[in-house]
């Protein structure tokens, strides 16, 4: 037809329009296609999946007679489910604060023209090379009361010293944080680290002409430039944070008790050990709704940055 | 001038020497677990009943990583953690070379094919990278039931792929977004179809991204204990999952020892990859920071 003809008079175009040829426009398509249809599938698919599930009764097996929102229901009254909420707002509040005041120091204070930067670097970020079930079975270790930590700071002569979190079912929570941020806050020193590389050292040295003290400078100049670096770093942490499962199971098992359970030991407890589905069900789709609230406003920012650049 | 170089003998010195202590006191605090799992992994059991964390081993001995490695009891059996090492290769090996592949093909023909759609279709992928995982866990259990693949070093693979692809899409789309069309379109001017052009073009220039993806999925998929722990049975379980048993055994004396070299066994793999291509893993970590 047409479209023939006008190839045909054009020349070399003929042979885009073979059959050959065509498949080659539509390569590149087909090859995103499985990958793509995989993501819509066990992403989209799944997540849809679950939220069908939370919306039954389903104990040991998945079942479809629909409940509606009972399941949710019997989560805002339960109270293991309060404990483990409260403890992903301390966890998670107290994790990325001090990362971010880890991560800012240590990386303000590398930035001054220090040797050996490379291993100290090196150093600090290590951990995050782990598995967290090796950090929470070292950490478990470390805070064992009768050998770890507290034994060897008395046998250094302080007879009263204790630390026994691990077992007491009020501070336990807080071994998690001391963990967490070991594995982390080297993480967040790269992040600041790689900003402060970035801003313009005229910058600063027009700053210390003015007569502005170091620290001064670091808070009133350097601080606003690294807003972005911020931003993400608790964006990260926060997202690490909802996730946090692994480190849970190998330091605390969630206990004593329940006082260190998270959402993430909530859900895997109710729905793979203790066979109620629903409820297991209900508890990841609130999982992905925080993630959603802290991470939709900084994909948005993110994919908009990306245009601009 | 002259007060300038005053303040800096005296004041600034004293600073220096400040900034120094902060910096070799934090690296110490990042070093002692390390150290100690290592010191405790090689001293026998009276000697860490008797001494301190810190001591020294007086007879040092490698016969709990030997016990780790082949006899300590994860769980129900007294294999030690050897078998489950190379699962986790097993799981490893396969599932990062086919996520890191197809991330390769995928950022390839999102950024230098563009097509309709294809920033929507990045943007759906890349969504991947933030749910929490215990969102897909039932309804994966009931999938990898109907493959036949429950509990199954396969399945695992599986998963790991799935859930890596946005991982990899999102290094390779980011890394070839930057590489210049004119390249792309000069050669296909010339004739040349889509993966010739990947294979001649793209490839050879490509190494530096295809380290840090194969780092990070190597990382990722050999740390997961998530996947591991809901979707494997005991002959298939990756090492952090029989780590974990083997420490929460409760079954006997507890052999501090045995537990450390099983997690010093555990963790070599990804801290060897840290400390040989240690740049390459801070480009993945910034780069797919996304993710805990």
């Not at chain 2, 592949?101 to 094919?113: D, I």
Request: glycine share 8%; hydrophobic share 55%; net charge positive.
């Amino acid at each position: 037809m047409s479209t023939t003809s006008l190839a045909r008079g054009v020349g070399t175009n003929a042979a885009r329009r073979t059959p050959a040829a065509r498949l080659q426009d539509w390569l590149p398509r087909l090859v995103v296609a499985p990958s793509f249809a995989v993501s819509l599938f066990f992403v989209y698919g799944f997540m849809i999946w679950t939220f069908i599930l939370s919306l039954t009764n389903s104990r040991m097996l998945p079942q479809y007679d629909f409940v509606g929102f009972a399941q949710y229901a019997r989560l805002m009254v339960n109270e293991r489910w309060w404990v483990a909420s409260t403890n992903l707002v301390i966890f998670g509040g107290l994790f990325v604060v001090i990362c971010l005041v880890i991560g800012a120091g240590l990386a303000i204070l590398l930035d001054q023209r220090i040797r050996q930067e490379g291993v100290l670097r090196t150093v600090y970020l290590y951990p995050m090379a782990l598995s967290l079930i090796v950090t929470g079975v070292v950490w478990k270790w470390l805070l064992n009361p009768s050998l770890g930590i507290e034994s060897m700071v008395r046998g250094w002569g302080f007879e009263s010293f204790q630390f026994d979190w691990l077992v007491d079912s009020d501070m336990a929570i807080y071994t998690l944080v001391l963990a967490a941020v070991w594995q982390a806050s080297g993480f967040v020193m790269a992040l600041f680290l790689a900003g402060l590389r970035g801003i313009d050292d005229n910058i600063l040295k027009a700053a210390q002409l003015d007569g502005a003290s170091l620290p001064r400078v670091y808070w009133r100049v350097v601080m606003p430039c690294l807003r972005p670096v911020v931003f993400s770093a608790v964006m990260i942490l926060s997202h690490i944070a909802i996730k946090s499962f692994d480190l849970v199971m190998a330091l605390t098992g969630g206990g004593p008790g329940y006082a260190t359970d998270l959402p993430a030991t909530f859900m895997y407890a109710h729905a793979f050990t203790r066979a109620q589905i629903g409820l297991g069900s209900a508890s990841a789709m609130l999982m992905l709704g925080a993630v959603l609230a802290i991470l939709v406003p900084y994909l948005f920012s993110e994919l908009r940055g990306r245009k601009h650049g | 001038m002259d007060n300038v170089i005053r303040r800096r003998t005296l004041g600034a010195r004293l600073a220096r020497w400040a900034v120094y202590a902060v910096l070799v006191g934090m690296a110490l605090f990042y070093l002692l677990p390390l150290v100690v799992m290592l010191l405790t992994s090689v001293k026998p059991l009276e000697e860490i009943r008797a001494g301190s964390l810190l001591a020294l081993p007086q007879a040092p001995t490698l016969a709990p990583w030997v016990k780790a490695w082949s006899e300590a009891c994860t769980g129900m059996r007294c294999e030690g953690v050897g078998g489950y090492f190379w699962n986790s290769f097993r799981i490893v090996i396969p599932a990062v070379a086919i996520s890191t592949f197809l991330g390769a093909l995928n950022g390839y023909a999102l950024t230098k094919w563009r097509f309709r759609g294809a920033d929507l279709i990045f943007a759906l992928m890349l969504f991947g990278c933030f749910i929490p995982f215990q969102v897909v866990l039932l309804p994966m259990a009931r999938t990898l039931g109907w493959l036949g693949l429950s509990n199954s070093t396969a399945g695992l693979v599986l998963v790991h792929v799935v859930f890596g692809i946005a991982f990899t899409t999102l290094f390779f789309r980011n890394f070839y977004v930057a590489i210049p069309n004119e390249l792309v379109s000069a050669a296909k001017l010339d004739g040349a179809g889509f993966f010739r052009i990947f294979w001649r073009i793209l490839l050879p220039v490509s190494a530096p991204i295809f380290v840090v993806s194969v780092i990070w999925q190597f990382t990722q998929i050999w740390n997961d204990f998530l996947f591991g722990v809901a979707f494997s049975a005991f002959e298939t379980q990756p090492v952090t999952v029989a780590l974990n048993n083997m420490v929460n055994t409760s079954t006997g004396v507890k052999e501090y020892n045995v537990d450390m070299a099983a997690a010093m066994i555990a963790a070599l793999p990804t801290l060897v990859v840290y400390v040989l291509a240690g740049k390459y893993f801070v480009r993945g970590l910034t780069a797919g920071s996304v993710k805990g």
